[in-house]
């Protein structure tokens, strides 16, 4: 990190402008999101710009939003659309807009009815990937443990595994004809979880990566299992400015809905001890002061 100030998931009102901003763009609600700015100029830019290799993000290279005021380029701001809770939108920013480019990057493989198998479904990327497919119409089995059932079913889910106290990979291929499912999408920064995924997948599935887990880990899968089994691996990073402004469609029309836990901005020590041990349902999001 470049910077001691974190956070890339922030909600609030416009209180000054830069030169050449339009005057209509003073008191909007607008978010800031882990794509500070993308250099605009290369070619990965002109595909997709939230893979620009010369990005700059919040709270890592540049100041982030655990603070009162932020600098942002409008080009790379959102404006959110009024009439929307701030405290909802925020997590849309990030871990919404990233688990919708997620299930996006599925559906160039897999078509409506079809199964996807969310990892660390009751997470606070999880619950939305669940909302976010079943919208898409495909049959979604949620797998966490049992304490993050509830929010797995209220989300969408078609079916759910407790993977403490179930055989995931019989469990799974019970509920697909026993070949396994379309799609897995990793939510969870759990080796475990990937270590799963070959046993979880059908021939000719896709694995979505969106979690996170120790940086030198490597995906179990051999490049003979993914040519004799004709498998796909895909991930992204967040997701255009594009993605987020269809999130937050389907969020205003009440299709959408993070599930949240609110905290004052002085307790954030005590929400990383809690989101540390998985203490927390949904997403946790801050308060800052007025």
Not at 29 to 54: N, T
Not at 68 to 78: F, G
Not at 116 to 140: D, K, M, P
Not at 243 to 271: C, H, M, R, S, W
């Amino acid at each position: 990190m470049l910077t001691n100030i974190a956070g890339h998931e922030g909600v609030g009102r416009v209180v000054k402008l830069g030169k050449g901003v339009p005057s209509d763009v003073m008191g909007k609600l607008v978010g800031i999101k882990w794509v500070y700015s993308a250099c605009g100029e290369c070619e990965i830019c002109k595909v997709r710009y939230v893979h620009c290799p010369h990005q700059n993000n919040s709270g890592r290279t540049v100041p982030g939003t655990f603070q009162q005021y932020v600098v942002s380029p409008l080009k790379y701001t959102t404006i959110v659309p009024e009439g929307l809770d701030p405290e909802i939108v925020a997590p849309l920013l990030c871990a919404g807009v990233t688990v919708y480019a997620g299930v996006a990057q599925a559906s160039k493989y897999i078509t409506q009815g079809d199964s996807i198998v969310i990892l660390g479904a009751g997470g606070g990327l999880g619950h939305l990937a669940v909302q976010v497919a079943s919208v898409f119409g495909y049959r979604v089995i949620a797998v966490d443990s049992s304490d993050k059932a509830e929010i797995c079913m209220t989300s969408g889910a078609d079916e759910f595994v407790d993977f403490l106290k179930q055989d995931v990979e019989q469990t799974v291929k019970g509920l697909t004809g026993g070949i396994g499912a379309h799609a897995v999408i990793v939510t969870a920064g759990s080796e475990k979880a990937y270590e799963s995924v070959p046993k979880l997948l059908r021939n000719l599935g896709v694995l979505v990566c969106l979690g996170i887990p120790r940086l030198d880990f490597h995906v179990p899968i051999s490049p003979f299992e993914i040519i004799v089994r004709g498998l796909k691996i895909v991930g992204t990073s967040v997701g255009t400015e594009t993605e987020v402004q269809e999130l937050l469609k389907l969020t205003a029309q009440g299709k959408i809905k993070p599930q949240i836990e609110v905290f004052d901005f002085y307790d954030i020590n005590d929400v990383m001890g809690k989101l540390s041990k998985f203490q927390v349902k949904g997403k946790a999001v801050l308060r800052l002061p007025q």
